[in-house]
């Protein structure tokens, strides 16, 4: 089973391969498997989707593997209607725990229970003998319409690279390999295989690939998985800038690039560009392969190279098996309730409505076909059967055995129906109305965006009416991601699960009636209305290309940029008790492009029961060059605390994760000056700050050329006082000639040679002029730092 070879030995096999041979190493066998070579003994590996529980569908994966069947049993999952309920759709799937999704997930803000997540989905994978699962899913929530946004942890990087690395670490070291996934920018599913995401390079760099390069210097993936849309025009399987000029040669990354399935066009390009196995099988793509390194269009070396890199992968896969392994599903089952518990957000809790006592409530009214079939996940590759069901009515009467309860369905309120009436009356007399809302079963998936952002069904309207018969409604919403809230005003509780799983149910009772203080806090921004996100003008795109028009401000730092107040902000949640935050502290006052400083502060718990309070920490520029969101997340902790608790708590932030790039210069920089550190319990909510200075040269504002304005050229000390070094040798002047010099030159608003060559005339040439600023923009660059 173990496959114990030297790396030696692999560059021996590479060798003995035929063409023929090579090929099908990088490519895959039928729709789950690489491909085995009997010949030279090299065993297969097999993976399967998974960004939030193991799919092993039976058909796929132990049927037949020729293409027909393949492709028909793939098209027939991506395809699948979840209104008929998960079992209707995946019969033929091994039932595995459904964990909450990953935009319920990410709520929790709890690395630890990342990593225990990919603990437990290691041990599934192993019992079911799968050695590659393919998520964790990390692309940006740009905008809540999104159909895979579920699958996806935030709109910020920092909080999507930290659980995506707690995840993959936790899979990884029980022996079984990440497919990072979706690399980069699938951020909308319209068009997915033919949409270019048109995105410039400062956005990219600081907010699309933030999230994949954090978690990959902090896990390492065995894999990493290209995406379906084009990528500024060129198909991110087939982009060499972004599967090699960034992954590999300024990330260092050595794994596996797999494409998504079917998701390459041009065979020999991918290859080309650094996409190593191409998934699933295709006997065209397969030939087209052959033929290009044949005719040398594909070099042999190039082959070899991601030939290697698939003999590395098999081995570390196969050596990591675990024989006869088992999974305890009843534990994971309690760690899916437990994950849904942390993560549930409390939105609105006015008047104290929540958490409910049992003891005085008599008649309890349930509204919303979600309190008995629950909405539990998104639909698409990575929908799980779970092993069990949670069922919120059942786990609310368990909870609140002495009152009467009961449900009606939104089609009971139907005005003029039968049921409307004694539907109405049961909310009159109810000392609490429950509404379980949520967005289009079956619609919020893989394959397709939402088209607007409110409940389904003329649930908004219903809640609307309900808040004016009983003050005491609270809502309850599974939804994929954001949904406005025409009716927040009239509610007295609104609890936000997302896709929280399999044990959503149980945890949703667990936080209405307190058992489980809720700690949860937004991962996005919750827009007023969808015209305020950032993206709106330019969404969903036309003619094949959609722009990222709001480049670096996506999220919470374009809402800040516009003083635009949103529905909640980004890390908001309420809790039962109330957190006071006090002494801040930062171990230097001054740092630069290779630091590190530890933040630390007091946080004490002020109300009457045990919570856990996420303190989150922004940075935010005095003085910025460059353009700059108002703040920005740059660590966080949680912490939980007994009534009358405090801790100290103390967060590590590298100046790395300062810095900005600056796509003139090609590089990562730190703003010189002065920075203040924010202590925050959501993006809107500062409680404590502090101020930091960078200690770094003062660069320009722009490269500088021989047409630049002078200012540009003085306005930083450092380039001034090279300038004024160079005029004076140059033209033989003294340091009074020079000074008058240099203040002359600051008033023209010529170019830089041409105001020197007013008054001077050919003493400096335009060559000459050029070569020192050329000099002089290497110079500054290399003395402001570029940390890695």
Request: net charge negative.
């Amino acid at each position: 089973m173990t496959w114990n070879i030297s790396d030696k030995e692999l560059g021996q096999l590479v060798e003995q391969m035929t063409l023929e041979e090579k090929v099908a190493m990088v490519s895959g066998y039928g729709l789950w498997r690489t491909a085995a070579n009997y010949r030279l003994n090299i065993p297969e590996v097999l993976m399967t989707d998974g960004t939030y529980g193991v799919r092993y569908s039976i058909e796929q994966i132990d049927g037949p593997q020729d293409s027909d069947s393949q492709l028909a049993a793939f098209l027939g999952v991506v395809n699948a209607d979840l209104s008929r309920g998960v079992e209707g759709a995946f019969g033929s799937t091994r039932p595995a725990t459904c964990f909450p999704n990953g935009s319920s997930f990410a709520c929790s803000w709890d690395v630890g229970l990342a990593r225990e997540l990919g603990e437990a989905l290691a041990a599934e994978c192993q019992a079911f003998g799968v050695n590659i699962l393919l998520g964790p899913g990390i692309n940006i929530r740009r905008t809540p319409l999104a159909g895979r946004s579920y699958e996806y942890y935030s709109e910020d990087p920092v909080v999507t690279g930290e659980i995506a690395a707690a995840v993959i670490n936790g899979m990884q070291e029980n022996g079984v390999g990440a497919s990072l996934k979706h690399f980069a920018c699938n951020n909308s599913e319209v068009q997915r295989t033919t949409m270019s995401s048109v995105v410039e390079e400062r956005a990219l760099r600081e907010i699309y690939l933030a999230g994949f390069e954090r978690a990959i210097r902090k896990s390492d993936p065995w894999t990493v998985m290209s995406s379906y849309n084009r990528l500024n025009d060129v198909q991110a399987a087939e982009n060499h800038w972004l599967l090699t000029e960034v992954l590999r040669d300024d990330w260092g990354y050595d794994g596996v690039v797999v494409s998504d399935w079917h998701g390459i066009k041009d065979r020999p390009a991918s290859l080309n560009a650094g996409n190593d196995l191409d998934m699933p099988e295709s006997g065209a793509r397969k030939q087209e392969l052959l033929e290009a390194v044949e005719a040398g269009r594909v070099p042999i070396e190039v082959l070899d190279r991601s030939c290697l890199r698939m003999l590395k992968l098999v081995r570390v896969a196969r050596n990591n098996i675990k024989p006869n392994a088992t999974a305890d599903h009843k534990k994971h089952h309690y760690l899916s309730q437990r994950m849904a518990a942390e993560s549930i957000v409390l939105l609105r809790n006015e008047g104290a409505l929540l958490p409910l006592d049992a003891g005085k409530l008599r008649k309890i009214a349930l509204i919303g076909a979600a309190a008995t079939v629950p909405v539990i996940q998104g639909s698409g590759c990575a929908t799980t059967r779970p092993t069990e069901v949670d069922i919120p009515l059942a786990e609310i009467r368990l909870m609140a055995p002495g009152a009467e309860i009961g449900f009606h369905a939104v089609s009971d309120f139907e005005a003029g129906s039968s049921t409307e009436a004694a539907a109405l009356a049961a909310v009159d007399g109810a000392d609490v109305v429950l509404f379980f809302g949520n967005t289009e079963v079956g619609y919020d998936g893989e394959g397709s965006d939402r088209t607007h952002l409110n409940l389904h069904d003329g649930q908004d309207e219903l809640i609307q009416r309900l808040s004016q018969r009983n003050g005491k409604l609270v809502v309850i919403l599974a939804t994929p991601d954001a949904v406005v809230m025409p009716w927040i005003d009239r509610t007295a509780a609104v609890l936000a699960a997302f896709f929280g799983g399999q044990g959503a149910g149980h945890a949703v009772a667990q936080v209405l009636f307190g058992k489980q203080n809720p700690c949860g806090k937004l991962t996005v921004t919750f827009p007023a209305q969808l015209e305020d996100t950032p993206g709106f003008l330019t969404y969903p795109g036309e003619n094949n290309r959609h722009i990222y028009s709001e480049g670096i401000h996506v999220g919470y730092r374009s809402y800040d940029k516009r003083k635009l107040a949103p529905l909640f902000p980004f890390g908001f949640g309420l809790s039962y008790t109330s957190f006071e935050y006090a002494n801040i502290a930062i171990d230097t006052d001054t740092i630069d492009a290779s630091s590190a400083f530890k933040v630390s502060f007091d946080v004490t718990n002020t109300g009457s029961v045990a919570g856990k309070e996420i303190a989150q920490i922004y940075a935010r520029p005095h003085a910025p060059r460059l353009i700059r969101p108002v703040r920005e997340l740059k660590g966080f902790a949680k912490v939980a605390l007994q009534p009358g608790e405090t801790k100290r708590v103390e967060v590590t932030i590298e100046a790395r994760d300062l810095r900005y790039y600056d796509p003139d210069h090609r590089q990562w920089l730190l703003d010189a000056g002065n920075l203040t550190i924010e202590v925050a319990a959501s993006s809107r909510d500062i409680r404590l700050e502090a101020v930091l200075h960078a200690q770094v040269p003062a660069l320009p504002s722009s490269i500088l050329n021989v047409e630049s304005q002078p200012y540009l050229v003085l306005e930083q000390e450092f380039a001034r006082k090279r300038f004024g070094i160079f005029l004076k040798q140059q033209l033989g002047l003294d340091d009074e000639e020079t000074e008058k010099m240099l203040e002359y030159c600051g008033g023209s608003f010529l170019g830089i040679y041409n105001t020197v060559a007013w008054v001077a005339g050919d003493k400096i040439s335009k060559i000459d002029m050029a070569a020192f600023l050329d000099n002089l923009n290497k110079e500054m660059g290399m003395a402001i730092g570029n940390a890695a």
